[in-house]
């Protein structure tokens, strides 16, 4: 992606090494995160996530839907990133859809749990409405304004920010509808749900540079890597979720050693995002 | 699960069995038998042959389970014109379903994330400085879906891959195992698949002791996830002397 000069590679592992990065950041800091929430209007919940140069958007839109047959009494959540090439040349046509599906595909991993939704960052036990009937379901959308490294972990926090935003209409059943009927619905304007996003997990990408890890990397960095990791943690220190990027293979214990490296940086970034999302919405409010 | 159906009559009955197993709690115990009767860290038996398509320069059949899948290699052969110049060589992987693979005909899965899957998977282990300018396809048919499909379709494209003789640093070999209850079972069917609450794949070469890749969904504690690491690397390296004994029977076959 970035073309960088051997000079300039020996330059940046080099910092790595010595726990100095080309920023002046130390191995496992991130970068200034800015949150905002509500930018988008039209969707239920939204968020804005600025970390050093990437931004990113993120929206909830729910909708009603039926539930699927496996988990009647459960919502469903789709994700789905889009890569615009007005954020790099480089997106245009397929490598923007290479690196959008990829993204999606982590997210997915990331938040979403197994396939029975047990896990799940999300709690889709609370989306439903009748059971096996109806349900909402909740549309993720996330939107790469510009990139600059570290995508993943943005779109992460963007989508915690934007589900602790979202508001649901509280629906109304008809009473009295028989049993196999589609029951009638009514969905209030005024009376809204808050989601309980405590359980959402964050996510944060390891990515190895020689014998180090650094989080938050930028695009130097991370054209320098021979392979990263991305876990998501919740509250209680739980891993939920794990994917490898990069081709060079790792050795078991390393893995292990990275998984509990990033448990102990996501607390710190737990609270930090927490309190960056109250502010964002106490802003909002004003 | 032993068939103990001394009181029913041989002439079909809806089995309360199945029933029964339709329901996710049963797995939550702590002593269910698995639906096939195998032990949790028992894996399926499984079949393995090279050169399953003439046409091909490689390729593999293998069997786990039901869970079937055939793969061919082409190549390494030129590049398409309008791909850029590349001093190392490409892989271009491809996985897709036969109608008939699943219970419900047609109901495929995400075909192009599994490929994108089995790429991630694969590029690791191939020497791509050895075929510069050219590409290398993989191309995978599951003709019968029977849980842990992309596990067995990794490890039946390294297979062909190493039949077409691409130089690969290891033989890849893939397991992924199940979370239900409080158990971890290995080789999970679809139907303790679609049950699960975690699943963690990995993707190893075995001899060289380094994973290629690892996929976990579901929330793991650092005790379970020790376990089912260490579950999965042990079948890892299993499949992979199967495969390499597979791969010495069929050169030796063809010697003579």
């Not at chain 1, 991130?30 to 600025?50: D, H, K, L």
């Not at chain 2, 490409?90 to 075909?111: E, H, I, K, M, W």
């Not at chain 2, 596990?151 to 003789?165: E, N, Q, R, T, Y």
């Not at chain 2, 690491?229 to 390499?244: I, P, S, T």
Request: with cysteine; net charge negative; hydrophobic share 40%.
């Amino acid at each position: 992606m970035v073309g960088l000069s051997i000079g300039e590679k020996h330059f940046i592992e080099g910092g790595i090494a010595q726990n100095l990065r080309t920023d002046g950041r130390k191995r496992l800091v991130y970068r200034p995160i800015q949150i905002e929430t509500g930018v988008i209007p039209q969707a239920n919940g939204s968020a804005r996530v600025r970390m050093g140069g990437t931004e990113v958007i993120a929206s909830v839109k729910a909708e009603l839907g039926r539930p699927s047959s496996l988990q009647p009494d459960k919502g469903k959540v789709f994700i789905n990133v889009d890569c615009s090439p007005t954020a790099a040349p480089i997106f245009e046509g397929r490598g923007g859809e290479e690196l959008s599906s990829e993204l999606s595909g982590a997210l997915q991993i990331c938040l979403l749990g197994g396939k029975s939704g047990a896990g799940a960052g999300i709690d889709l036990s609370s989306l439903s409405i009748v059971g096996g009937k109806i349900c909402w379901d909740l549309y993720i959308d996330g939107l790469v304004v510009s990139a600059d490294g570290n995508l993943l972990d943005a779109l992460g926090a963007a989508i915690k920010a934007a589900l602790s935003n979202t508001a649901i209409p509280k629906v109304n059943v008809a009473a009295g509808a028989s049993s196999d009927e589609q029951p009638e619905v009514d969905i209030s304007d005024e009376e809204f749900l808050q989601f309980d996003t405590s359980a959402v997990p964050v996510i944060i990408t390891l990515t190895k540079v020689g014998r180090e890890y650094i989080v938050d990397a930028t695009p130097e960095e991370e054209s320098h890597m021979d392979s990263a990791i991305s876990i998501s943690v919740n509250r209680q220190r739980n891993l939920c979720g794990l994917t490898k990027r990069g081709s060079a293979g790792l050795d078991p214990s390393v893995i292990l050693d990275m998984v509990s490296v990033g448990k102990h940086v996501s607390e710190e970034l737990m609270n930090k995002l927490d309190s960056e999302i109250a502010a964002a919405e106490a802003r909002e409010e004003e | 699960m032993a068939g103990k159906d001394n009181a029913t009559p041989s002439t079909y009955s809806p089995s309360p069995k199945i029933l029964k197993k339709k329901r996710a709690p049963v797995f939550t115990d702590v002593d269910w038998v698995r639906p096939d009767g195998r032990g949790f860290h028992q894996c399926r038996p499984a079949y393995l042959r090279t050169g399953a398509v003439n046409s091909a320069s490689g390729s593999a059949y293998i069997e786990i389970g039901n869970t079937k899948v055939i793969v061919s290699v082409f190549g390494p052969r030129e590049s398409k014109k309008a791909m850029m110049y590349s001093d190392i060589g490409r892989l271009n992987c491809n996985v897709s379903y036969t109608t008939f693979a699943t219970p419900t005909r047609g109901q495929v899965s995400d075909c192009k994330e599994i490929s994108a899957r089995l790429h991630k998977a694969l590029e690791g282990a191939i020497i791509l400085d050895t075929f510069p300018k050219t590409t290398v396809d993989v191309f995978a048919l599951v003709l019968e879906s029977g849980g842990s499909d992309l596990p067995v379709v990794i490890s039946c494209a390294s297979l062909a891959l190493a039949d077409a003789g691409i130089m690969l640093y290891d033989l890849i070999s893939s397991v992924s195992v199940s979370c239900l209850g409080k158990n971890i079972v290995i080789d999970p069917v679809s139907e303790e698949e679609s049950y699960q609450e975690g699943g963690l794949m990995i993707t190893s070469m075995a001899s060289r002791n380094e994973i290629t890749q690892l996929a976990i969904t579901g929330e793991w504690s650092t005790p379970k996830l020790n376990e089912a690491m260490e579950v999965c690397l042990a079948a890892c390296f299993k499949l992979g002397e199967a495969m390499r004994a597979c791969l010495k029977e069929s050169a030796s076959a063809s010697q003579e």
